[in-house]
Each structure stands twice: as structure tokens, then as C-alpha cells.
């Protein structure tokens, strides 16, 4: 598992990613979908997770949709069209990124 | 995939856990809900481990306390807005201090303008600095007295420059207002202040020298009060006001009994100046009567309070002169009536009698070289409403004054 400060910065990335590649997700459902791609290795915390949902929500990046669930009600996020632009924005960013650190540190690519 | 689904009681034992756990905000209440329900319901396998499961499961969701998911969506949300604000706040402050500035000038200057620039300045100010100015401090403090002292000062704030608008606007109610700020500030804002900051040892030393400041400042302010408007001041120009009116009537009624008395030669040409005289008293008070309706809107006007009126010149000024200062036709009718009248007294019973109405040239006596101005803005350009009608009542008085000269 990474370090929290690994993931802090790069936790916005992935939910708008994992976002716009599905329709809508809930919560808990974004936690175990990042754990079963990532074979565990990234884990998101309740607690970085949900604050960082609603601020994004706000900003007008994500919607959301209530669905009622047995005794329960359960919120559904999706990406607004303002969400799918950034999503874009953020992945290419990111992708950017990790070729600078790759330079930067000195790592090469494993040839096959 | 689930093998246990919650009991409703249940649901609701854990919905007020994590609400008594400093969860407020509905959404995130129940988006931790349904996150805790999916994550027991997975590990749960017989109803007995419900407490130990549901423990054990919290237990991951935070360091120390669940309320810190709380505060951090707290800080996220208001970290969004936290830029903006800033941004709104600096300009409007700048907006404010220019427009002051410029608007003080134009005032003193009595150039048009000046009451709208500081109406705004004002405005921006009390409704958009301050309670900006307040938000953004209230976040940087923790303690609730340092809020407390804060929202007192910006109360403070706000009432003091609305005071003053009032004041140099000269609406109703100024002066409740600039003693209520000077209130807050004496019995809320300075005595908080001063006792929450002597008991810290750092902040002791400026909070004693910055309360003395603030004393001063506000006695000072204190003092500026006495300077608007005393009572023994508006008494003498009230009755002095009253004075002019009544010999007014008293003219009026001396040269009516003339008029009996006089030759009946003389008739003819009595008639004339009478109607003449009549005229232009009725032109005078026409337009006292349609200025009184202007200024008078959304505030009653009546004889009664006439006197004791503080209406600021902006709006009588607005009325009786056009955007360049040029007077309306209204001004320029009753001159040239006076002129007229002037000629008649003249010709007819003979020059010396129309002194009062010197208005030959232009009205020469009071449009002397010293002064370097006109009739119409010496006495009705930037001049107070109470004033207006004091040199419209002065000018019938003047008026009748000739005509009872003129009687034979």
C-alpha cells in the first residue's frame, strides 16, 4: 500500500477518472473498484474520500442522484460535463507528470 | 453477495452514533451511513457481532475522531470560496477608499456627483467589506470571544459609516445611529477587547496601549457629536424663519389697507402693480410648491416641519439646475418677472421706489463682484432645502415690501 501522501494528491484524479469511465458510483462502491484494480496496492481512506466528494461537488465537477436502498438511502456520484473536461485535464496532467518524474528520477523503463 | 442486511433499528442506532460523533451535514451523514452499512453487512455474519463489527469498522475511519471527516469537508468547502472572497474583499476595501477620497473632494468642492460617490463608498463598505472582512477573520480565529470581539468591531463598523452617511445626507435618524456605533464600540466592543486580551501576558502591553487608542478616538468622535445641530441653534434659526414669515403677513395686510385708502386716480394703476405683485408671488410660491412635492417624495413635508428641515442641497439642486449647473426655466421665469416688475415700478411711480429689486443688471446688488456669481446659484445652487425656502420667503418679503413703497 502507498503512502497517504501519494495518494492525497492524485485522489481527485481518480475519482473523476474512475467517474467517467462509468456511470455513476457510489462511495463505498469507488473504495472497493480502486482496491480490485489496483490488486490492494491503493486503498482510499473514508476520510479523505468523502470530504474531498463533497468539495467537488460543490465546485460543480460531480452530481449526484439519491437512490433509496432497502432502509437506507444511498447517494450516486456522476460527472458533469464540467467534471469530464477536467477529468481530461487531469489525466494528461498526470501523465505529464509521471514521464517528468521518470526523467527527473532517473528511472528507466524496463524493456520487455 | 450480502449475506446480512441491516435491521431499520439498527440503521438508526449507527445513523445517530456517527451524528453524536459531530457528523452535521445531512449529505455527509448519509453518505457515511450507507458506507458503514455496506462494510458491516460484508463482514457480518450472525446478529451478535453487530457491536463489535460496527466498533471495528468506525475504527477505520479516522486518526483520532470521526468528527474530523467533518471538519475536513468543512475546510475543503470553504477553502473554495476562501480566494474569492479575499478578492472581492481587497477590491471593494480599494473601490471604497477611492471613491471616499474623490467623493470628499467633490463635496467640499460642491461639485455634482459628490453625494453619489459617497453613497456608494459607503454602501461598499458597510454591506460588502465589512461582513466580508468579518467571514474571513472569524475562519483565521479559533476562540468564540475572538469571534465575538470581531463581530462587535465590524457591528461597530457598519453602523458608524451608515451614521455618518446619514449625517452629511441629512436623513432622519443620523443621530441615534452615530450614538449607537459609538455604544457598541464603548460598552460591547472595547471592554471585550480589552479584558480577553490583558489576560494573555504576550498580548498585554498592546491591548492596554490599543484600548487607550480606541478611547481616545471614540472620545473624539464623542465630541464631534455636540458639533451637529444643538438645540439652542435650531431654535434661532427656527423662529427667526417664523419671523420672516410673519411679517410677510403683516406687510401683506399694511399694503391691502393702503390699497383701500388710496386716490381713486389712482386706482388704475394701482390694480396693475397689485397684479403684477401677485404675479410673481404666485410664480415664487409655485415653485416652492412643486419643489416641496420633488424633495417630498417618500417623505412628508408639511408646514409644520418645513422649519426644522435638514434636506441636503442635492436633491433641491437637482431640481431647480440641469446637469452643466445651469438653472431650469423655473428660476429664470421669476427673474425675469422681477425685471419686469422692476420696469413697471419705474416707469410708473418713479425710480428709487424698487431698490429692494435691483435687478436691472441682473440683479446687481447681490450678484456683486465679490462673490463673482449669479442670483440663481448664489442663492439656490448646492444650497439646503430649509435655506431654499428661506430666500424664496425673503424674496416675497422684498417683494412686498416694494409694493407697499409704491402706494399711493
Known sequence: MYSSELIKGTLKTIILKLLSDSDKMYGYEITQKVKELTGGKIQLTEGALYPTLHAMEAQGILTTDVVNVGNRIRKYYSVTDLGKKTANEKVSEYADFIDTMIFLLDLKPKVG | ?408
Request: proline share 2%.
Open chain 2, 1 to 408: 453477495m450480502n449475506l446480512y442486511v441491516l435491521s431499520e433499528k439498527q440503521v438508526d442506532f449507527i445513523l445517530n452514533d456517527i451524528r453524536r460523533n459531530g457528523i452535521q451535514t445531512e449529505e455527509l451523514q448519509l453518505n457515511l451511513l450507507d458506507h458503514i452499512c455496506c462494510l458491516i453487512e460484508k463482514e457480518m455474519s450472525s446478529e451478535n457481532d453487530f457491536d463489535e463489527i460496527y466498533r471495528s469498522v468506525l475504527s477505520r475511519f479516522f486518526k483520532k475522531e470521526l468528527k474530523e471527516i467533518q471538519e475536513e469537508t468543512d475546510l475543503l468547502l470553504t477553502f473554495k470560496n476562501y480566494y474569492a472572497m479575499k478578492k472581492v474583499m481587497l477590491r471593494s476595501g480599494m473601490f471604497s477608499a477611492v471613491a471616499f477620497t474623490i467623493g470628499a473632494i467633490f463635496k467640499i468642492m460642491h461639485w455634482p456627483g459628490a453625494a453619489m460617490m459617497v453613497v456608494l463608498a459607503i454602501a461598499s463598505v458597510s454591506f460588502v467589506f465589512l461582513p466580508i472582512f468579518f467571514l474571513v477573520k472569524t475562519k483565521e480565529v479559533k476562540e468564540k470571544k475572538e469571534k465575538f470581539i470581531l463581530g462587535f468591531g465590524t457591528f461597530f463598523g457598519v453602523l458608524f459609516s451608515i451614521s455618518i452617511l446619514f449625517k452629511i445626507m441629512h436623513w432622519p435618524g443620523a443621530n441615534m445611529l452615530w450614538l449607537m456605533g459609538l455604544g457598541v464600540l464603548f460598552f460591547l466592543f472595547l471592554p471585550m477587547y480589552f479584558f480577553t486580551g490583558i489576560r494573555n501576558p504576550e498580548t498585554k502591553q498592546n491591548t492596554i496601549l490599543s484600548s487607550i487608542m480606541i478611547l481616545i478616538a471614540g472620545g473624539l468622535l464623542f465630541i464631534i457629536t455636540a458639533l451637529y445641530g444643538t438645540k439652542d441653534v435650531e431654535n434661532a434659526s427656527k423662529s427667526s424663519y417664523l419671523h420672516l414669515k410673519e411679517s410677510v403677513t403683516c406687510i401683506s395686510e399694511l399694503n391691502d389697507m393702503k390699497y383701500e385708502m388710496a386716490a381713486d386716480s389712482l386706482k388704475g394703476q394701482n390694480e396693475i402693480l397689485k397684479e403684477k405683485t401677485n404675479n410673481l408671488i404666485e410664480k415664487i410660491s409655485k415653485v416652492r410648491k412643486d419643489l416641496n412635492e420633488y424633495v417630498g417624495n417618500g417623505q412628508k413635508i408639511t408646514e409644520e416641519n418645513l422649519n426644522g428641515l435638514k434636506v441636503g442641497a442635492g436633491v433641491p439642486t437637482m431640481f431647480l439646475f440641469d446637469d452643466n449647473q445651469k438653472p431650469k426655466p423655473y428660476l429664470a421665469a421669476i427673474k425675469s418677472e422681477i425685471k419686469n416688475l422692476k420696469n413697471f415700478i419705474d416707469l410708473t411711480y418713479g425710480t428709487g421706489k424698487s431698490k429692494l429689486l435691483n435687478t436691472s443688471d441682473g440683479l446687481k446688488v447681490i450678484e456683486n463682484e465679490e462673490l463673482k456669481s449669479t442670483w440663481e446659484k448664489i442663492y439656490f445652487y448646492q444650497v439646503p432645502l430649509d435655506y431654499i425656502y428661506r430666500n424664496l420667503d425673503q424674496l416675497i418679503l422684498d417683494i412686498k415690501m416694494t409694493e407697499g413703497a409704491c402706494i399711493k
